[in-house]
């Protein structure tokens, strides 16, 4: 069973620029595990982000992307907003279900 | 706008059934597959299964084969999930999630909580 490891939690100026890794204990991430992220905030429904390594959707903010950043999967959060305080998640289709990671804690201080 | 609304919180005994059902509107429900999540208080996200919603086709995690039945009625564009022989440690947060492009899940449900407790 693969288990996806995230920082638990960092912490970034409003502005500034913050990168959330997603690591697999299967080896490295490609493409072809399509990589996802969400964010939830308390009280709220999971908000998806990224798909596929590096796509949007049409409402997520122009300020998040995501990459492979050495060999984890990776989402960076560029000009962070007070309102971008939240758990975010990585999700990978692996083995032939999905796994999630444990989330990371995002603290806008 | 896309949307699922899942059904209200259930409080089971050990040993029950639950079936939690979830309602899609503003998008083609058949074209969609649907996923079942649930987070357990202080534990990570974890998948359950998904469904092709036109009832052909279905995968369900191991550790839940043998007690977790999904099905579809398309007529209504409803989702649901069914768990059986219900121990503690299913007491969670369902989520139903629309499978979105590339393997994501695009949209979720509301949550649905399930508490088992004698």
């Known amino acids: 069973q693969t288990v996806l490891t995230q920082e638990p939690s960092l912490t970034v100026s409003p502005g500034g620029t913050v990168t959330l890794t997603c690591a697999s204990s299967?080896?490295?991430?490609?493409?072809?595990?399509?990589p996802s992220w969400f964010q939830q905030k308390p009280g709220q429904t999971p908000r998806a982000l990224i798909y596929?390594?590096?796509e949007k959707h049409s409402w997520t903010p122009a300020r998040f992307s995501g990459s492979l950043l050495g060999g984890k999967a990776a989402l960076t959060l560029s000009g962070v907003q007070p309102e971008d305080e939240a758990e975010y998640y990585c999700?990978?289709?692996?083995?032939?279900?999905?796994?999630f990671g444990g989330g990371t804690k995002v603290n806008v201080l | 706008q896309v949307q699922l609304v899942q059904s209200g919180a259930e409080i089971k005994n050990p040993g029950a059934s639950v079936k939690v059902s979830c309602k899609a509107s503003?998008?083609?429900?058949?074209?969609?597959?649907m996923h079942w999540v649930r987070r357990a208080p202080g534990q990570e996200f974890e998948w359950l299964g998904v469904?092709?919603?036109?009832?052909?086709?279905?995968n369900y995690a191991q550790k839940f084969q043998g007690r977790l039945t999904m099905s579809t009625d398309t007529s209504t564009s409803t989702v649901y999930m069914a768990l059986t022989s219900l121990r503690s440690d299913d007491t969670a947060v369902y989520y139903c999630?629309?499978?979105?492009?590339?393997?994501?899940?695009?949209?979720w449900g509301q949550g649905t909580t399930v508490s088992v407790s004698s």
């Open positions: 999700l990978l289709h692996s083995g032939g279900g999905w796994v």
């Open positions: 999630a629309r499978g979105g492009p590339s393997k994501s899940m695009d949209v």
């Open positions: 503003g998008y083609s429900f058949a074209t969609f597959y």
């Open positions: 299967s080896g490295a991430v490609t493409t072809v595990d399509y």
């Open positions: 596929s390594t590096t």
């Open positions: 469904i092709n919603p036109t009832g052909g086709s279905r």
